[in-house]
């Protein structure tokens, strides 16, 4: 009972020929009064005698001293170094589930926002990208320690199944190329989120339990994304693998998320109820996988620079109107048919399986075009191709859009009138024409000789 909630160290990692290994646990409760445990000294003791000669041992904190300090008077705390031979103790500085939720709230907010003025100071200000990057230089700092200096390390927070899980998790991913494959990622989930008891259940934001709720899991998701951004044909899978995972975190479709630990589950039965996420990531692997994947044992060492990290757009604006691309020539296709009366009708359609989000009114004030502000005279228009909002002058085009359930021509931006217009020129004869104020696309009747 000296390690909080009773997490002892444990191994997670070694390394089979230098012998050195990564450990992880929770604080122990030494207190204000300085508590100390004999058995507890003697299991770091017995571990560093399996490690290489002279390899030592670093405890990495990944707390602040100060905050270290607040624990003490609480009863809890962290090692005296004094008392383990061969430690060190490291304080990797790194906010607590409190600050993340905030931090992510105020990156919610941000891209919902409308307005555009001052975003990087805005996202600057959401502390976001700063807390990622002390956790990849945690993780690297740690990485460099088992794999260059051969030493062996024990890594906590508080009570070890938070921070403890994303610093193991990300170390590992960056000294060990099993990880980064599809199936070793899901093994690194399994053993270091799920087996090892990260509170899903409360995290995910449990009513009951609103101060508990914090996207720890989701924040390590973005951290394995970056390190994807930089060393893109190291892993096997791309970064769809993880959007697909942070979709079902909280849609309930699969027993993995729910709970928060392997023995709720079990007690619950979940998954006799549901399957496992990894049923679907198996099912949908083809999907995930990265064709430029050029697989290497060498240690990761990422920049962990805000300068070279980046939002993960894909994530957070993944819904935000103003992000949406139009559409481009390769994802059309041209159908033509001919009628029973000889008359040739063109119809040009999105390729199946595409689907067009509309942007939302609040999203923009001004023509994402002519970028002229929207007024009660210059009113909003949905293109129907591409879902952007566009003023009158900038979307007087309609184009046939029947997969998408339109069986007339509707309107459409400049910028898709174009795409379709030499899509379809050049696959058919076509003519375009003026009707009500819109330019129609329509093929030239087919003339026949005898």
Known sequence: KFRS????PSLVWMDKKNDNFLMRSAQPLTGPSGKHCKDDERLLEIAMTTGPVGGGMTIFDARSFAAVQGNKIMGKGTEDVSRYMGCKLVYLDIPNIHAVRDSYDNVRTLVLSSSNSKWLSNLENTQ???????????????AQYLKLQDGSALVHCSDGWDRTAQLTSLTQLMIDSYYRTIDGFMVLIAKEWLAYGHKFH?????????????????????????????YSSTFEYTQSL?????????????GTFLCNCDKERLDKKVFHQTLPLSVHINAMRESFINVNYKGTSEILTPSWSVRRLRLWEEYFLAWDGTSIPPLTPVEME???????????AVVTEQKEGDTVVWMADEKTKACLLCHQKFTVVKRKHHCRSCGRIFCNECSKHRAALTRLGYDEPVRVCDQCFRIYNNTVQQSTNVEAHSEDGFQVLEVKKRTTTT
């Not at 909630?5 to 002892?8: A, D, E, Q, T, Y």
């Open 128 to 142: 976001w990208l700063n807390y990622i990057s002390l956790i990849l230089k945690g993780s690297l700092l740690i």
């Open 242 to 254: 993880l959007l697909c995972i942070c979709e079902h975190i909280n849609t309930a479709w699969f």
């Open 202 to 230: 409360d995290r995910l934001g449990h009513p009951l339990h609103p101060n508990e709720r914090s996207p720890i899991f989701m924040q390590f998701l973005d951290c394995v994304h970056q390190l994807i951004h930089q």
């Open 5 to 8: 909630k009773g997490r002892i």
């Open 334 to 344: 041209v159908n033509i048919t001919e009628g029973q009366d000889g008359n040739t």
